[in-house]
């Protein structure tokens, strides 16, 4: 019985460890915005909007190991006119940069596990008169997915991704 006790416990053990690692795949269930240079006055920051889980376009990331360390894939995002650099990682947390090619704009990325969650800081910094301005600030949280696929190719709202 003891035997048959720690195969179980051998056999989850690998489960446990990802469920603990920001490791896998993301899609976002609700963001907020908290700041945003063009907004009208009147606008009403800080609410939480949740997410359609089968939109076409989710915000999906895959988390993965590169050597020792964890990486960032944007899903919705193509490498001819976007790049992702991961800066800093750990099993819990994350920090990344999205920088669009053709207008210099940054999106910054902090992300870090919550419970089952995983809960990300963004700031988008973008070239205005010769200097670097923060244009919109937010956060967004994300669920674990089994998987997210590319569906289809760049498109004006970007990559169309399926996550199940």
Same mark, same amino acid.
């Given at each position: 019985?003891?035997?048959?006790?720690? !195969?179980?416990?051998?056999?989850? !053990?690998?489960?446990?460890?990802?469920?603990?690692?920001?490791?896998? !795949? #993301?899609?976002?269930?609700?963001?907020?915005?908290?700041?945003?240079?063009?907004?009208?006055?009147?606008?009403? !920051? +800080?609410?939480?909007?949740?997410?359609?889980?089968?939109?076409?376009?989710?915000?999906?990331?895959?988390?993965?190991?590169?050597? %020792?360390?964890?990486?960032?894939?944007?899903? $919705?995002?193509?490498?001819?006119?976007?790049?992702?650099?991961?800066?800093?990682?750990?099993d819990d947390s994350v920090a990344f940069?999205?920088?669009?090619? #053709? $207008?210099?704009?940054?999106?910054h990325h902090r992300c870090?596990?919550?419970?089952?969650?995983?809960? *990300?800081?963004?700031? %988008?910094?973008?070239?205005?008169?010769?200097?670097?301005?923060?244009?919109?600030? +937010?956060?967004?949280?994300?669920?674990?997915?089994? %998987?997210?696929?590319?569906? +289809?190719?760049?498109?004006?709202?970007?990559?169309?991704?399926? *996550?199940?």
């Open positions: 019985m003891a035997r048959i006790s720690m !195969f179980c416990l051998l056999a989850a !053990f690998p489960a446990l460890l990802h469920a603990q690692s920001l490791e896998g !795949f #993301w899609q976002d269930i609700a963001r907020r915005i908290l700041f945003d240079r063009s907004a009208p006055p009147a606008y009403a !920051f +800080g609410k939480w909007t949740e997410i359609d889980q089968d939109q076409t376009y989710p915000a999906a990331k895959e988390i993965r190991r590169s050597g %020792s360390a964890l990486e960032v894939v944007d899903l $919705n995002y193509d490498d001819a006119n976007y790049e992702v650099k991961t800066y800093r990682a750990a940069v999205r920088t669009t090619k #053709w $207008n210099g704009c940054a999106m870090r596990l919550e419970g089952a969650e995983m809960a *990300c800081s963004l700031v %988008s910094v973008c070239p205005h008169e010769g200097k670097n301005v923060v244009d919109w600030r +937010g956060e967004e949280r994300y669920a674990r997915r089994a %998987s997210c696929e590319r569906d +289809g190719k760049a498109q004006a709202q970007g990559i169309p991704v399926k *996550c199940r």
